[in-house]
């Protein structure tokens, strides 16, 4: 077994380190005014559901975890929201973990709320100390945002193109993150609009090359585990890579989702493609 890729020690599994990275296309694709491609990293024992269709209305399609939460949702009208944590150290999980509200209800309350998503996104800043740290990106057809309560917390529109994000804050430039944007840039400016063109993002979804030292951010959990973490695709034993997912959102037609489903090692264990039939756009 190569030795980035053996379990990691038993006082990392005490810990919280749920990792992600993802890539924005906004409003960047002839066809489609959303795609969003992402890799979920966690512990394999940690219950969740593969995506499928939630009987709420508007109709949303996504993962669900335990809290009854999500990691990334869209609905059928063109909302959308994706939620990474923010890795600074590794703190250990206590009760005061209880006080706290899970970051996957986030996304569950802005795809059923009526408010349109400055408006719901200012609610939640003037509560964001119910939650650990977070980043969020969430939109609908009009606009798209990025929110943080990491240090000062902050709300940000996003601008029309390539954009991405790990652990840090939007656009920080982890090895991760940059490799990834040039390589999802490339997959976007190929993609011919066609349910049959996702193969080019999960190939660079995949990719398990660790990062030279002298790339490495110091985000507090230790230069070993940071040359672990940096991959976009992560192998260590009973931590991992649980699923890497495609979003697309057509500017005038349906919402598209696949998920890819991994086990320990990066094995493969199941796909599945769902689409929601264009709902009316809401409006501003």
């Known amino acids: 077994m190569n030795t980035l890729e053996q379990p990691i020690d038993s006082s990392i599994r005490k810990r919280d380190p749920i990792m992600c990275v993802a890539f924005l296309a906004w409003k960047a694709h002839p066809d489609y005014v959303v795609v969003l491609a992402s890799n979920r990293d966690e512990f394999f024992w940690r219950k969740s559901e593969p995506i499928h269709v939630w009987p709420t209305t508007p ?66 800043l003037a509560d964001d100390t119910r939650y650990r740290p977070f980043n969020l ?27 991405g994000l790990s ?72 931590y991992g890579t649980r699923s890497s997912s495609l979003l697309r959102i057509a500017r005038a037609g349906p919402v598209d989702l696949v998920e890819r489903r991994f086990g320990v090692g990066g094995r493969r264990t199941g796909q599945t493609d769902l689409r929601l039939p264009e709902a009316a756009r809401r409006a501003r």
């Open 137 to 163: 990106i969430f939109g609908d057809a009009h606009d798209c945002f990025y929110l943080t309560n990491r240090s000062a917390p902050r709300l940000v529109e996003i601008t029309k193109g390539i954009h």
């Open 59 to 124: 109709k949303i399609v996504g993962g669900k975890d335990i809290a009854g939460g999500t990691w990334l949702g869209a609905d059928e009208t063109g909302r959308f929201a994706l939620v990474t944590n923010v890795r600074e150290g590794l703190p250990r999980r206590s009760k005061s973990d209880l006080h706290y509200r899970s970051r996957g209800l986030l996304l569950t309350d802005f795809l059923t709320t009526h408010q349109t998503a400055r408006q719901w996104s200012l609610d939640v």
């Open 167 to 238: 652990n840090g804050g939007l656009d920080e430039p982890w090895p991760k993150v940059a490799d990834g944007v040039n390589q999802f840039t490339s997959a976007v400016a190929a993609d011919p609009g066609s349910p049959e063109s996702a193969l080019p993002y999960f190939d660079g979804l995949s990719d398990s090359q660790v990062a030279d030292r002298a790339r490495l951010p110091d985000t507090g959990v230790g230069a070993v585990l940071e040359r672990r973490l940096s991959s976009r695709f992560v192998k260590l034993g009973v």
